[in-house]
Antibody, heavy 124, light 107 residues
Framework: DVQLLESGGGLVQPGGSLRLSCAAS????????MNWVRQAPGKGLEWVAT????????HYADSVKGRFTISGDNSKNTVYLQMNSLRVEDTARYYC?????????????????WGQGTQVTVSS | EIVLTQSPDFQSVTPNDKVTITCRAS??????LHWYQQKPDQSPKLLIK???QSISGVPSRFSGSGSGTEFTLIINSLEAEDAATYYC?????????FGQGTKVEIK
């Protein structure tokens, strides 16, 4: 079975950093593009970042560009989200989500599996 | 950025009712439109892909239609377990975007 397990969330002060991890299992991780999607308390879903299957391209929402970095380690079947210069408005539950098709650049593709999420709270 | 606007924002319905949720895109996205269900304290779950394609394991009372800029999610014969928030999602272009969500409450 496909499983995505996020970790690394917590409470951090404004301006601080956190690194989230998403450990994948049950599929050929190296062949799939991976994403981070967040949800602020009581709000809707917001796509944050994408890491394509060839691991050569990354894309970011404007709200996090220059502050967040998505990366991955195929040997550990893990995707990461390094979050720097955190702001109060980054407070959210962060989900890891997989594109449904292998070797995809993401255009036209849906998210078929999601993790349970990890909570990030930015507050002084 | 492609903006997705769902209507209504909230719907209170009786079991066995039919629910219709609309998602309008600010520009044409073909059929690169997907629907998710999110129950309280759970992760989103894929319901419909490419506007109208069913997903294995999802009850047949869920169906989708549309193309271009207007899309519809229909829940036939609503059941109590369908109480959730429903989101549309477009992957036609970057950034990928979601609708604001439609909360369906059971009376």
């Amino acid at each position: 079975d496909v499983q995505l397990l996020e970790s690394g969330g917590g409470l951090v002060q404004p301006g601080g950093s956190l690194r989230l991890s998403c450990a994948a299992s049950g599929f050929s991780f190296a062949n799939y593009g991976m994403n981070w999607v967040r949800q602020a308390p009581g709000k809707g879903l917001e796509w944050v970042a994408t890491f394509t299957s060839d691991r050569a391209r990354t894309h970011y929402a404007d709200s996090v560009k220059g502050r967040f970095t998505i990366s991955g380690d195929n040997s550990k079947n893990t995707v990461y989200l390094q979050m720097n210069s955190l702001r109060v408005e980054d407070t959210a539950r962060y989900y890891c989500a997989r594109w449904s098709k292998p070797y995809s650049d993401g255009f036209g593709v849906e998210f078929d599996y999601w993790g349970q999420g990890t909570q990030v709270t930015v507050s002084s | 950025e492609i903006v997705l606007t769902q209507s209504p924002d909230f719907q209170s319905v009786t079991p066995n009712d039919k629910v219709t949720i609309t998602c309008r895109a600010s520009q044409s996205i073909g059929t690169s439109l997907h629907w998710y269900q999110q129950k309280p304290d759970q992760s989103p779950k894929l319901l419909i892909k490419y506007a109208s394609q069913s997903i294995s394991g999802v009850p047949s009372r869920f169906s989708g239609s549309g193309s271009g800029t207007e899309f519809t999610l229909i829940i036939n014969s609503l059941e109590a377990e369908d109480a959730a928030t429903y989101y549309c999602h477009q992957s036609s272009g970057l950034p990928q975007t979601f609708g604001q969500g439609t909360k369906v409450e059971i009376k």
